[in-house]
């Protein structure tokens, strides 16, 4: 076996570019956004936000994104508590099965599918499909969503899927002011 030796040098003669006579294998330890596409992380960042150990949100939602976020998600599970389809006696256990609606939903939904996440939980809760398409609330909670960038639609499903049960708590609170009609649905 011959050694072939490095050479700085392209094949015409002129010096190689300095991308082209860095050793083999090396990678930088941290790279930043280009101007075209987005952050890449460094492997320790990757791995605190593979581990969840960083906010899902980042950080371009601060205080009021945040109490917009668990605002839209207690407007949707009160909306679900609305159309839960089942008899009056399986209602005792209402806040389970829309916690496993938004489980199973969020397995089934991929990147920004809000829509796509809400049809999954309406159908996890056996909603009836003349009362959903009857209902204002629920129809005023899409258009709203859908009118979103995708980054915030993402940072929504972000939100639920890393907050289940506050989610479902602060759902539950709204869903009694809702029956108490302090607040509309």
């Known amino acids: 076996m011959a050694k072939v030796k490095a050479s700085s040098k392209t094949g015409n003669g002129k010096p190689a570019p300095a991308s082209a006579a ?3 294998g090396s990678v930088p330890a941290r790279t930043t956004a280009t101007a075209t596409g987005p952050p890449v992380l460094d492997t320790e960042a ?3 936000q593979l581990a969840r150990l ?14 917009n976020l668990k605002q839209t998600a207690s407007r949707l599970c009160s909306i679900l508590a609305h159309l839960y389809g089942v008899n009056e006696r399986d209602r005792t256990s209402l806040w389970e099965h829309i916690g496993k609606a938004l489980a199973v939903a969020d397995e089934k939904t ?8 809400i049809s999954e939980c309406l159908g996890a809760v056996n909603a009836e499909h003349g ?18 960038p995708p980054e915030q639609r993402h ?9 289940r049960y506050t989610v479902l708590t602060f759902g539950r609170q709204r869903w009694e002011q809702v029956k108490r009609r302090e607040v509309a649905l």
């Open 22 to 24: 860095s050793p083999r």
């Open 46 to 48: 990757f791995r605190r």
């Open 54 to 67: 960083v906010d899902p949100l980042g950080p371009r939602a601060g205080a009021a994104g945040r109490e």
């Open 110 to 117: 991929s990147d920004d599918d809000v829509e796509h996440f």
């Open 131 to 148: 009362k959903a398409a009857a209902c204002d609330a629920l129809s005023a909670l899409v258009a709203e969503i859908v009118g979103w």
């Open 155 to 163: 940072d929504f499903l972000n939100y639920v899927r890393a907050h």
